[in-house]
């Protein structure tokens, strides 16, 4: 259920050129007049400007660049993505905390958002650097009502989701690396780690977790990272506002997904292709026995990499080291 909050950022937003009175206020949300009081001055709190002006009502006059439930509420044009909204300044991995979410029966649809991760995962268990307002540190909880092997899928989905709300957004011009890396001149802007709890032909539930480097600069990267990682402000030269961009993400996140349950894997397909990263070129892959030399075709239904060679002909490589 919407909570009242969340109806009063609303009403506030929705009427923010003029004033609204306490009295409307209260009729409308069906709460006394200082328990409005008490709400405006919470989202004081949260860096809201609220005027109040006697005789006339409340008026929002800026709402605040930071994150929390409010303020991503606040603007955010999704019908069910991000209803619910957990928002933690620091945690050790917002996956852990969606996971938990889960067990304890949070919808689907339910998006986790921390400021700062202190065990950030990324895939194959690798750590995952997420400094503090720095970047998005996000995992989109669902519950699909698609066969577990078509999990992969979703991660392709938000892959594509990803890219194309950085080159909606940004001047840089995003590739997806197989799987699901989003590169920017060749290196590192943002990654997605999926996770699943399943049986054997059913879905319980898929944690999506986004990690966006944002407002890095070089030097807020570990060295190891600061020849292969880069961030929108690196790569643009300005700082983004992390909130709009995590309701824009949001907001392309629905659209696609809806649009995937709706028509199925196609058009996720072409467009991943449309992004993905060197394309018709030569590539070498690696796995424990041999190495070779192929060109990289694509992507399969089922997310392998679809490659060929002369004498093999089309081949899908589901792991192995990639030499791009
Ligand atoms: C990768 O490229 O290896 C995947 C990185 C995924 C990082 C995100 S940040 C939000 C969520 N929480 C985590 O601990 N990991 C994912």
């Known amino acids: 259920m919407e909570s009242t909050r969340n109806r009063l950022i609303e009403l506030?937003?929705?009427?923010?050129?003029?004033?609204i009175s306490g009295?409307?206020?209260s009729e409308?949300?069906?709460?006394?007049?200082s328990a409005i009081w008490k709400h405006m001055k919470e989202l004081e709190k949260d860096g809201y400007e609220i005027e109040g002006v006697s005789k006339k009502g409340y008026r929002i006059v800026k709402s605040p660049d930071k994150v929390s439930?409010?303020?991503?509420q606040w603007g955010l044009k999704t019908s069910w993505l991000g209803k619910?909204?957990?928002?933690?300044?620091?945690t050790p991995t917002t996956q852990e905390v969606a996971h938990q979410a889960a067990r304890e029966g949070a919808p689907h649809g339910t998006v986790v958002i921390a400021d700062e991760q202190t065990a950030g995962?990324?895939?194959?268990?690798?750590?995952?650097?997420s400094t503090k307002n720095k970047g998005i540190w996000m995992s989109i909880l669902l519950n699909p009502d698609i066969l577990p092997v078509m999990a992969p899928q979703l991660t392709l989905l938000s892959a594509t989701v990803l890219a194309e709300s950085l080159s909606q957004l940004t001047s840089a011009e995003p590739k997806i690396k197989w799987p699901?890396?989003?590169?920017?001149?060749?290196?590192?802007?943002?990654?997605?780690l999926t996770e699943m709890q399943a049986e054997q032909d059913q879905i319980q539930y898929v944690v999506i977790g986004i990690g966006l480097n944002v407002n890095q600069t070089e030097d807020d990267f570990q060295?190891?990272?600061?020849?292969?990682?880069?961030?929108?402000?690196?790569?643009?030269?300005?700082?983004?506002?992390?909130?709009?961009?995590?309701?824009?993400?949001?907001?392309?996140f629905e659209c696609a997904y809806d649009s995937f349950l709706e028509e199925g894997f196609p058009a996720v397909k072409e467009k991943w292709e449309s992004y993905g990263y060197r394309i018709g070129e030569q590539i070498r892959i690696r796995t424990r026995h041999k190495e070779w030399e192929a060109t990289f075709l694509g992507i399969a239904e089922d997310g392998a990499l679809l490659s060929r060679t002369e004498n093999d002909g089309v081949r899908k490589i589901y792991s192995a080291e990639i030499e791009w």
């Open 28 to 33: 409308i949300l069906n709460i006394s007049r």
């Open 84 to 90: 619910t909204i957990i928002h933690k300044p620091t």
């Open 223 to 252: 060295e190891a990272l600061q020849s292969t990682a880069t961030s929108l402000k690196i790569e643009t030269g300005k700082n983004w506002s992390i909130k709009y961009i995590i309701q824009h993400i949001l907001k392309n």
């Open 23 to 25: 009295q409307s206020l």
């Open 12 to 19: 506030l937003e929705k009427n923010h050129q003029r004033y």
């Open 121 to 129: 995962k990324g895939r194959m268990a690798r750590p995952w650097q």
């Open 180 to 192: 699901n890396d989003i590169f920017i001149q060749h290196r590192k802007t943002a990654g997605i």
């Open 69 to 72: 439930e409010n303020t991503i």
